[in-house]
């Protein structure tokens, strides 16, 4: 075993000189995935203006002190406005039309409403500054939408490249999936990051299963050898793999602390690749350094136990990363 690198140390030479690669400017539309490469902030109140939230008609609230069914007080042409209309100026509530009735001259107020009643205030929203996502932050359905009501047009993304060259066509198409879902563009020339299957299957690493992965830096960027097994291969993609393009990206795994259902066990020397299953309140080990199929098709999460470790009880908090959602 001590001819073997630990992965901590592979991993760390590796990414020792590694930087954030530069940003790119990115319309809205097209940020399907990937990751701020700057902090997004609110550049203006929002609403910038006050603004309706449901329909009805545009009163000034004082002026209708006094309304009541016995006292309808007439309106004479107030203006309708539908929700995000912005209020006309000296008005400041929405009188809803079941509030009103029409009478020969018109239409009449039955209540007074309360002054900002129906309406959203100039920067209830929302003030100028406000940090809506910090730089690192995923891209998600919500971060956009963030973006579009604050009226940014793109946005700033780091874009690891990353060249797929592995024999197997599964591994190739699982790769490229998973690594365009963490924001990585696909290329053929000058990637960031390569994914190469190894002609050498010798062991290396001290990290099971994957003990012929490998990390290294080259003058062509980060290389990442990848086992052949689907086992060695997941366990190298998340343990090697998911460290460079969170360094690449300027991003950062999500960790939980969740409690063990039950004990897990661990050979001191060597980290352990451990699949996780939800169980309740807690998370459910499977055996460590072994992945099977059917372990991988109930598994949610994942964690890397350190070559110290020689296993945790059950109710311990350990660290887990979700398979599906490593990044926040």
Same mark, same amino acid.
């Given at each position: ?91 400041? &509530?929405? %009188? ?9 001259? +018109? ?38 939408? %963030?973006? &579009? ?11 690891? $490249?990353?060249?797929?060259? %592995? ?12 690594? #365009? ?22 062991? $290396? ?10 990390? /290294? ?9 990848? *086992?052949?097994? /689907? ?31 039950? $004990? ?13 299953? #939800?169980?309740?309140? +807690? ?29 945790? *009880? ?15």
């Amino acid at each position: 075993m001590t001819s073997l690198m630990s992965l901590h140390t592979c991993r760390d030479q590796a990414l020792a000189a590694c930087q954030p690669v530069p940003l790119q400017q990115v319309a809205l539309a097209d940020c399907g995935h990937g990751f701020l490469g700057e902090n997004l902030y609110l550049a203006q109140d929002m609403p910038a203006q006050t603004e309706a939230l449901r329909s009805g008609y545009a009163v000034a609230a004082l002026d209708m002190i006094g309304a009541s069914p016995d006292m309808p007080l007439p309106l004479g042409p107030p203006p309708i406005l539908h929700p995000a209309d912005c209020l006309p100026s000296g008005r400041d &509530a929405i %009188l809803p039309p079941d509030a009103t009735e029409h009478g020969p001259d +018109g239409i009449h107020a039955l209540r007074a409403p309360a002054p900002g009643e129906g309406v959203r205030r100039r920067g209830h929203d929302g003030r100028a500054g406000l940090l809506l996502a910090p730089a690192g932050a995923r891209i998600t359905p919500r971060l956009r939408l %963030l973006a &579009a009501l604050a009226g940014h047009d793109t946005l700033s993304l780091r874009r690891p $490249k990353l060249r797929i060259a %592995l024999q197997d066509p599964y591994q190739a198409r699982f790769a490229q999936s998973w690594a #365009e879902g963490l924001g990585a563009q696909i290329v053929q020339t000058n990637p960031d990051l390569t994914l190469l299957t190894p002609s050498d299957h010798s062991p $290396k690493l001290a990290y099971f299963p994957a003990e012929s992965a490998w990390l /290294f830096s080259s003058s062509e960027g980060l290389v990442l050898h990848l *086992p052949r097994r /689907f086992d060695g291969m997941l366990a190298a993609l998340l343990g090697l793999g998911l460290p460079a393009i969170a360094a690449l990206s300027g991003a950062s795994a999500r960790v939980q602390m969740r409690p063990l259902s039950q $004990k897990i066990s661990s050979a001191v020397g060597i980290s352990e690749f451990v699949l996780l299953a #939800e169980a309740g309140e +807690g998370i459910l080990p499977f055996p460590t350094g072994n992945v099977t199929i059917s372990s991988l098709a109930q598994a949610s999460a994942f964690a890397i136990l350190p070559p110290e470790s020689e296993g945790l *009880p059950a109710g311990a908090e350990l660290p887990c990363i979700l398979l599906d959602q490593p990044f926040g």
